[in-house]
């Protein structure tokens, strides 16, 4: 087996900031060579909100996931999301004028180059151009038009935009983490990679990834995407009610929606009562199980309401547009009893629980398998599918793939240290890859470097 396709998946969350290392086995499923998880200090609602932090505990996460898979790492694909993350539908189209030549790559270049020459409002940018089906000359609802003949080739796009200093700021505190941005995509596009099902897609379905800051809706449709929102609401928000409502410290709140926590207050007694102990000496406080689910029961209410609107607002209950595939429900949020039940009950729509172990080999841990690793793994199999991978010389030692003479020692930074960590924390692209004509590179590679360097020069 050759040990030259790694990839690093890195999910700056608002709870946690998750990196895996892996690599494709033999069976084509993903090894797991080291996993680095940290709390994520600086993130609100799926945006950077202090800088130093996030860095911080971006590398806290990085070191662990290097000290247990010993490679050395250069660049991640990213993922990206927040409250400031919106799409819109527009559709555009090119002349050719050589019809009678067949439509390549390039062509679809400038087509797309085109779509994001659009105005946007100020300070705003397009993140990501998302073709949904083209038609060439009179021949409509076409999905890979390369290859055949035409004067005029046109296309509807989903075209998702940010906010620009939240997606300059999320580069930066990669770069000043010493890891080189390989690639960044929308965080449900990842989870919905991990946890969906190929026939799921074509059939019609709505991936709803509830996560601490946001909650994050992907609707697919003939296998492309349709319509994407966030909400800007989450699991924190879910902690801060119970918080609020049994007049509790934040840290008691999440300990009691994880252990006692259900959507559902029907599958709750009044006499199921459960003691908190009091702060410094005090008595403890009793709170019934009824009390608690009904605090829930309002907010994760308020959650699914707000996204069975935007599936409303794109139109599944039309012929063409129904999802016949129903809902998948993955993030953290996806973990809370009775929340499946629920989603059924509001929406009349089959429903379960998306889990990322499918993509998995099979020796790896079991808490990988959690709906709260779907982005990771999601974004961590965008760089094993992509061209964007390592390719250094690794070898296995011990049972894990290490660079060739080469080891990993991580050390604790300080904000003085991120030059001297930037310098450290990276492996040299192989002689072969800087050899890559840049004009064999597809579209979405060219964009990609163009998108870095806008980074680089926004810093």
Request: with cysteine.
């Amino acid at each position: 087996m050759e040990y030259n396709e790694i990839s690093v998946g890195l999910d700056i969350g608002t709870t946690k900031i998750v990196a895996l290392i892996g690599r494709k086995n033999e069976y084509g499923k993903i090894e797991i060579l080291g996993t680095g998880k940290a709390k994520s200090l600086g993130v609100h609602r799926g945006v950077v909100s202090n800088i130093t932090q996030t860095i911080q505990s971006i590398q806290e996460a990085v070191d662990e996931a290097v000290v247990v898979s010993k490679v050395k790492i250069k660049s991640a694909v990213v993922g990206i999301a927040g409250q400031h993350i919106r799409s819109i539908q527009h559709s555009d189209y090119i002349t050719r004028p050589n019809a009678d030549e067949v439509i390549t790559d390039d062509d679809i270049e400038r087509l797309i180059n085109q779509v994001r020459k659009l105005v946007m409002l100020p300070g705003e940018e397009i993140v990501h151009v998302l073709p949904q089906e083209y038609k060439v000359d009179s021949q409509p609802e076409i999905k890979e038009p390369v290859g055949m003949f035409g004067g005029r080739v046109e296309a509807k796009f989903h075209v998702v935009l940010g906010q620009t200093g939240s997606i300059n700021n999320v580069g930066k505190c990669i770069k000043s983490a010493g890891i080189d941005l390989a690639d960044i995509t929308l965080e449900p596009l990842a989870s919905a990679d991990a946890v969906l099902s190929q026939e799921e897609k074509e059939a019609g379905v709505a991936l709803i990834d509830i996560g601490g800051g946001t909650t994050d809706l992907a609707i697919f449709k003939d296998g492309i995407i349709r319509h994407t929102a966030v909400i800007p609401f989450g699991g924190n928000v879910i902690t801060e009610d119970i918080k609020e409502g049994c007049s509790i410290i934040e840290k008691q709140a999440e300990s009691l929606k994880i252990k006692f926590g259900s959507a559902w207050p029907g599958e709750n007694k009044e006499n199921e009562i459960v003691s908190i102990p009091g702060l410094r000496g005090r008595d403890p406080k009793e709170i019934t199980l009824k009390t608690l689910s009904k605090i829930i029961h309002s907010r994760v209410m308020e959650i699914i309401e707000q996204v069975f609107k935007e599936i409303k607002n794109y139109g599944h209950e039309e012929p063409k547009k129904k999802l016949i595939a129903g809902i998948v429900l993955t993030g953290g949020g996806a973990q809370l009893k009775h929340i499946k039940q629920l989603v059924e009950y509001v929406t009349g729509m089959d429903t379960r629980i998306g889990y990322p172990n499918e993509h998995l080999a099979g020796d790896s841990d079991e808490a990988l398998s959690s709906p709260i690793f779907a982005t990771s793994v999601g974004l961590l199999m965008k760089g094993l599918n992509s061209k964007n991978k390592y390719s250094g010389d690794f070898v296995e030692v011990d049972g894990k793939v290490v660079e060739n003479d080469v080891r990993f020692e991580p050390k604790i930074t300080t904000e003085l240290e991120h030059e001297e960590k930037a310098k450290e924390v990276v492996v040299a692209a192989t002689k072969e890859e800087e050899k890559v004509d840049s004009n064999k590179k597809n579209f979405m590679e060219r964009w990609f470097d163009k998108f870095k360097d806008f980074l680089d020069k926004a810093e």
